[in-house]
């Protein structure tokens, strides 16, 4: 019920134009609250408005790009206001460069299927971390 009126609200441009932007909206607020999700909720915005017209590999991209300013906007506002060390980061930025790199060309050689499936594996693990993981 509820996809369906945000279906029929993004019909015309306007209506769009404004789901879009709420999305938006709630995924820079979940990513600068806790650190990530924000394009968890952009690509289930995407799903949404564009459904077929947008592949998933495609939806999944516009994420990555779009979490790239959310993130850096986060980390400037965490560093001001609690001294957020990038030496603390330092350790990790390598290999997580590595990591990108590796990842973002894995995902030109997986099927929408096998991402879609690592994608919810990923989200269901988080989830148990963050009841009962320490």
Do not use: C, H
């Not at 769009?16 to 915005?45: C, P, Q």
């Not at 060390?85 to 973002?104: E, H, Q, T």
Request: hydrophobic residues 55%.
């Amino acid at each position: 019920m509820i996809k369906q009126k945000i279906r029929e609200l993004a019909a015309d441009r306007r209506g769009f134009a404004a789901v879009a932007a709420l999305f938006g909206a709630l995924a820079g607020t979940v990513n600068g609250f806790i650190g990530s999700g924000g394009g968890i909720l952009l690509i289930y915005g995407m799903e949404l408005l564009l459904g077929e017209e947008q592949d998933t590999k495609d939806r999944f991209t516009t994420a990555v790009v779009s979490i790239l300013p959310m993130s850096a906007i986060s980390a400037y506002i965490y560093y001001r206001n609690s001294g957020a060390s990038v030496a603390d980061a330092a350790p990790y930025l390598s290999a997580a460069l590595f990591g990108g790199v590796f990842g973002a060309w894995l995902m030109t050689v997986i099927t929408p299927k096998i991402l879609k499936t690592v994608f919810a594996v990923l989200i269901v693990w988080a989830g148990y971390r963050a009841f009962f993981g320490s």
